[in-house]
């Protein structure tokens, strides 16, 4: 079992950056897809960006291909989100989530663990 705190989250303006981390323990984090999801009020939660093991790969939604970065320190048991470029639309709740024994996926359901969320808010 993994155990995930975010931390990072807070109120900015609109073209702003904020850096998310995730902090893991309990099993070796290098054995997990890790993932990044994100949900806003009244609608459902969706993935925004993945990472394998050794970070040698990642995935983005669409939606923040090329404003979001993700990128994970092993030795320090930690995840990272870098965005940049806040838009309103970025409102939302964030999660880590870690997947085990999976290749990486967009799917929720992949992941067996969660963090309990960072708020992200974006003002216009």
């Known amino acids: 079992q993994v155990q995930l705190v975010e931390s990072g989250g807070g109120l900015v303006q609109a073209g702003d950056s904020l850096r998310l981390s995730c902090a893991a323990s309990?099993?070796?984090?290098?054995?997990?897809?890790m993932g990044w999801f994100r949900q806003a009020p009244g609608k459902e939660r969706e993935f925004v960006a993945a990472?394998?093991?050794?970070?040698?790969?990642?995935y983005y939604a669409d939606s923040v291909k090329g404003r979001f970065t993700i990128s994970r320190d092993n030795a320090k048991n930690t995840l990272y989100l870098q965005t940049h470029s806040l838009k309103p639309e970025d409102t939302a709740v964030y999660y880590c989530?870690?997947?085990?024994?999976?290749?990486?996926?967009?799917?929720?359901?992949?992941?067996?663990?969660w963090g309990q969320g960072t708020q992200v808010t974006v003002s216009s």
């Open positions: 990472i394998t093991w050794l970070g040698r790969s990642t």
């Open positions: 309990g099993r070796a984090f290098i054995n997990y897809i």
């Open positions: 989530a870690a997947a085990f024994g999976h290749p990486w996926s967009r799917d929720s359901d992949e992941y067996q663990y």
